[in-house]
């Protein structure tokens, strides 16, 4: 077992998104979307690699069942990911 942490708000953190973002298969989601919410992305997953795919995953599966075929923070917001993200995020005082 390996313990990692929180990813930085960096350049990496932005690739990664980015590259989440290129492997979607969604027919009328807009490139660019997701590596411009990278900020709240890092909020809403403190870090966290595994929340940020189950969040991105969550969100996809919600825009092909919902039929609107991209992912918005409107979708994001509909998502529930791990409680420690979310008992974070909901903490006084942490920016939304």
Not at 7 to 21: C, H, M, N, S
Not at 42 to 54: F, M
């Amino acid at each position: 077992m390996i313990r990692t942490g929180p990813f930085p708000r960096d350049a990496q953190w932005g690739a990664l998104i980015a590259a989440l973002e290129y492997s979607l298969r969604l027919h009328r989601h807009v490139p660019g979307t997701l590596p411009g919410l990278d900020l709240y992305l890092h909020q809403r997953t403190g870090g966290s690699i595994g929340t940020l795919l189950r969040l991105i995953r969550g969100a996809a599966i919600q825009a092909i069942l919902d039929g609107s075929e991209c992912i918005t923070t409107q979708t994001l917001e509909s998502i529930n990911v791990d409680i420690a993200a979310e008992t974070a995020r909901r903490k006084p005082g942490h920016a939304r």
